[in-house]
């Protein structure tokens, strides 16, 4: 964690264990180095497309999605095409901005409520305030990562995460500081009314609080708001989705201009639909699931972000343990369980802190900062078009890039090294001219996006 003032450099610091199989990337061609053929990708999705249809009538997880004109609207202040982030530090929009004219700018908010928190990271406590400013000048909406809750509960030894959160969501004093650092971030919000900004609550805590809730119900997990004696929350009920209902309440006293997001977890039922590969019926009934235990809480939020992983497949590969490559299976049952979600929350969707690795440039050796993966590859690569247009179809509206901690791979030069080629591995052949620690690839395909005009979305 990095010390004195300013952000932390990596509020999540402890990976889930994985198991899946490795994904070998094709042999590189002089077109596209390192990305799949367009006939094998157009067989593949005509697969996807065809499974979706079959799980779907096969499905007694709810009334099926009938293709993008049942879209939920898209939240107002919204553009209406598919748009790029970026995870970008403050004082960072600027340079972000000459990678690409990106839609969104994201930060987190941690290191929990208190005197380490974001509002300690400026002298005048104005962090907030600050990013939103210099992310609409460079024509940007910010997104906040508000992960708070978990680091203002004291650190236990062997205890895990979830029993962290449990603790926590039960100490009245705790969840008080809570409120009121939340609190204080609405109210520099709302000091810009004409700005659309996003506030991303919680990642992983809904998720653990659905394995907590008997049933699926948030109303069933005891969690401290009206014990808290703040007046402004003493009607609300001592439970999970008392949690869910002070956080939109706060929100719509004090900045009604900020776009809450609910965070999917694709483990929250206790299977990984990741790491166990279930059929696609399976998938759905997991969706209905978690869009149960979210209508459960009877809080309205606006948005819903989901995630591939917090780390780069060979840097988890190497480091944590088990394969965490992803494969056409596994973008297709994440492309089916976000159809099913949206379709039954009505919530618009946002994938978010993306892995920037490839497996283009000799750059990426696996080395630290330098670590390969294959969602840019996938996303942004030359069947870009297919592919997201299935995530456009299934309610995504925005992809945000960026490393969930220190020693990824970053779109700059962070690891401070310069243009390096090591000998290439698995057919990484391409020569980097660019300091990137991607070897320039993000920021090459970025640009590439937006010049030819995003996707416009539908619904």
């Known amino acids: 964690m990095a010390t ?15 198991h899946r199989r490795q994904w070998i990337p094709p042999p590189p061609s002089q077109r596209s180095i390192g990305r799949t053929s367009r006939w094998v ?5 005509a697969l996807i497309a065809a499974g979706l249809l079959l799980a779907w009538s096969r499905s007694d997880g709810g009334a099926p999605a009938e293709g993008t004109a049942d879209l939920p609207p898209i939240p107002a202040g919204l553009p209406r095409t598919l748009e790029l982030g970026i995870a970008s530090p403050d004082g960072h929009a600027a340079r972000s901005n ?8 994201y930060q987190y908010l941690a290191g929990g409520a208190g005197d380490s928190g974001w509002q300690s990271w400026h002298e005048d406590g104005r962090y907030v305030a600050r990013y939103i400013e210099e ?6 909406r910010p997104v906040f990562s508000y992960y708070m809750l978990l680091q ?18 039960q100490d009245a004093a ?7 650092d939340l609190a204080a971030f609405f109210q520099q919000a709302g000091e810009y009314p004409d700005t659309t900004i996003v506030l991303h609550v919680e990642p992983d805590l809904w998720g653990y609080a659905q394995q907590l809730s008997p049933g699926d119900d948030g109303a069933a997990l005891p969690t401290a708001v009206a014990a808290t004696g703040l007046p402004g929350l003493a009607d609300l009920p001592d439970t999970f989705a008392g949690f869910a209902q002070a956080v939109v309440r706060l929100r719509d006293e004090n900045a009604p201009n900020v776009l809450l997001g609910y965070h999917l977890s694709s483990w929250a039922t206790n299977q990984d639909i990741v790491y166990s590969d279930p059929p ?9 699931r978690s869009a149960a235990f979210y209508d459960s809480l009877e809080a309205r939020f606006d948005l819903t ?14 480091k944590v343990g088990g394969p965490s490559w992803w494969d056409a299976g596994d973008f297709e049952r994440q492309v089916t369980l976000l159809t099913r979600f949206v379709a039954l929350t009505g919530l618009r969707a946002v994938l978010w802190q993306i892995p920037l690795g490839n497996t283009v440039y000799r750059t990426l050796d696996n080395s630290d900062g330098h670590y390969q993966d294959n969602r840019v590859e996938w996303l942004l690569g030359e069947e870009s078009q297919k592919h997201l247009a299935a995530y456009a179809d299934a309610g995504v509206i925005a992809l945000l890039f960026g490393r969930g901690a220190i020693l990824q791979t970053s779109p700059a030069d962070y690891a401070g090294d310069g243009v390096t080629n090591p000998e290439p591995i698995n057919g990484n052949t391409a020569i980097a001219t660019s300091a990137d620690d991607d070897g320039g690839y993000f920021r090459v395909l970025a640009a590439e996006y937006y010049a030819a005009g995003p996707l416009a979305l539908t619904g």
């Open 98 to 105: 000459e990678i690409a004219p990106f839609g969104f700018l």
């Open 4 to 18: 004195g003032p300013g952000p932390p450099v990596h509020p999540r610091f402890t990976p889930r264990a994985e």
């Open 174 to 180: 705790l969840l008080r500081a809570y409120y009121e």
């Open 135 to 140: 992310s609409a000048d460079a024509g940007a």
């Open 305 to 318: 972000f989901a995630e591939y992983a917090d780390r780069d497949a060979a840097f988890k590969d190497g």
């Open 280 to 288: 696609l019926a399976e998938v759905i009934r997991v969706a209905a």
């Open 41 to 45: 990708a157009l067989a593949v999705f």
């Open 152 to 169: 203002s509960t004291p650190a236990t030894e062997g205890w895990g995460e979830r029993d962290r959160l449990q603790a926590g969501l």
